[in-house]
């Protein structure tokens, strides 16, 4: 099948920033590689290779699948309805995360069923009114899990928590949080429970130092080379969204182009068609805002964003059918960063490439090799093998 969309996973960089993380945090690290990899699967054996000593997901069966994969390490599941499929998860050594009595029950109890011992998290909410039990919830939790410990369905194995500001090192709600999330180990402690990791820190709170002292970090944007902090020049950026021209035309001043002719040319120029939209992740608020890659110059996106497709004007170039086209990339060519994307988008770099659509193929690309979604894997030539590496 002919694709015309491309998602580049640059492996090579995935695996670079892996190693900063890993080394940075002393081998304490958690890779998260929930939302199929922020969308972009099959990198879970790179990030373990690189130095992760975990996964990290959301759900039981993001979980499942990575078993099916062949991912033999310790994994986590911190997010799960309370009809969720335990019981998977406790003969697949899945780890849970906990947070309110009743999930805790129903856990202990699926695994007593199996005659298991399920491995628990227990998360406490320390600022963000989100997942997490909380604090004045928090004792009693405890106490609840150290008297199913006791009957032997369940083990605590940690204790966890996410902070709110960490992106913003000076904010006084870190002190806060780091102190509130303290207190709850010794509290987990004091009721006789021993969790082998406390965890508190994801990509922003590594990189600013604000929840380091624990034994594990939990790193998902960073890995693609997303800084929420805006500190680190050491990351890589790891994808790269290509396109192809469909169509191309030469129009007059005063054409209006897209949905309520929003843009109308101010001289002759060139039009040129490509087949992504919202409908494949570029974000609509972007209209009128960003700028592609052809022919090595940066060209201006004109008119309301569609579904399928968007237009770019080339001005006095004249494009042909099927010629490559840069959305974004590490920039290393001129070509738009994901940062610049979610500058135009009035958003984060998370929401733009975990918004890119199934419609878009995957292909992930190591120094020699690159793999496509369907699986096959071919040579790369040269010129893109340099790519790789430089991104």
Known sequence: MAW???????????????????SATGGRLMAVLKADAFGHGAIAHSVLEAGATSIGVTSIDEALALRADGVSAPILSWLNPVDADFAAAVLADVDLAVSSPVLL?????????????????????????????????????????????????????????????????????????????????????RRGLAPSVTHLAATAATLTGVAEGFEL???????????????????????????????????????????GLDHVAERRTHLALLPLGYGDGLPRAASERADVLVRGRRRPLV????????????????????EPVTVFGPGAHGEPTVAEWAGWADTIEHEIVTRVGSRVARVHRTSTTETTETGRTTQTPASTRQEAVDA
């Open 4 to 22: 015309t969309s491309e998602l580049v996973v640059h492996d090579e960089a995935i695996r670079a920033n892996t190693a900063y993380f890993a």
């Open 105 to 189: 029950h129903a856990v202990a109890q699926t695994a007593a069923r199996l005659g298991r011992r399920a491995r628990v998290h227990l998360n406490i909410d320390v600022g963000m009114a989100r997942e997490g039990a909380p604090v004045e919830a928090w004792p009693a939790l405890c106490a609840m899990a150290r008297e199913l410990e006791h009957l032997g369905s369940l083990h605590v194995v940690g204790v966890m928590a996410h902070m709110s500001c960490a992106d913003r090192p000076g904010h006084p709600q870190n002190r806060r949080e780091r102190l509130l999330f303290e207190n709850a180990v010794r509290t987990a402690r």
């Open 217 to 259: 970090h939990r790193i998902g944007a960073g890995l693609f080379g997303i800084d929420p902090s805006g500190t680190s020049r050491e990351l890589l950026p790891a994808l790269s969204l290509t396109t192809h021209v469909v169509t191309s035309r030469e129009v007059g001043p005063g054409t209006g182009i897209g949905y």
């Open 303 to 322: 008119g309301r964003f569609s579904m399928d497709m968007v237009v770019v004007d080339t001005g006095e170039e004249e494009v042909a059918p099927g």
